[in-house]
Nanobody, 125 residues
Framework: QVQLVESGGGLVQAGGSLRLSCAASGRAFSSSVMGWFRQAPGKEREFVASINWSGRGTQVARSVAGRFSISRDNAKNTVYLQMNSLKSEDTAVYYC??????????????????WGQGTQVTVSS
């Protein structure tokens, strides 16, 4: 089983950047599809980005396309979410997840097997 720990969240002004990291433990990481999701107060968990095992296949939500990117370093068992041009509506708790069933980038949160504890991102306008 893969265990996940997110880091890198914080308070940033609108227009700024943050890079989130998700460190994974477990042998399955390098062969697993990973994803980033976010959840704002009173809202459902929302897909942000996902990446296949090799890193060559990615999918990004329309709401963040052109501003966010996902990448991974299998040697470090880590997946990243680079967030640029942040907006107030990006404020949420960001979660990293792993799915052992999907073969490509996966936007459906119900397909994920494990989640990290989340990291808060707050964008001030």
């Amino acid at each position: 089983q893969v265990q996940l720990v997110e880091s890198g969240g914080g308070l940033v002004q609108a227009g700024g950047s943050l890079r989130l990291s998700c460190a994974a433990s477990g042998r399955a990481f390098s062969s697993s599809v990973m994803g980033w999701f976010r959840q704002a107060p009173g809202k459902e968990r929302e897909f942000v980005a996902s990446i296949n095992w090799s890193g060559r296949g990615t999918q990004v939500a329309r709401s963040v396309a052109g501003r966010f990117s996902i990448s991974r370093d299998n040697a470090k068992n880590t997946v990243y979410l680079q967030m640029n041009s942040l907006k107030s509506e990006d404020t949420a708790v960001y979660y990293c997840g792993v799915t052992l069933l999907s073969r490509g980038p996966e936007p459906d949160p119900s397909k994920y097997d494990s989640w990290g504890q989340g990291t808060q991102v707050t964008v001030s306008s």
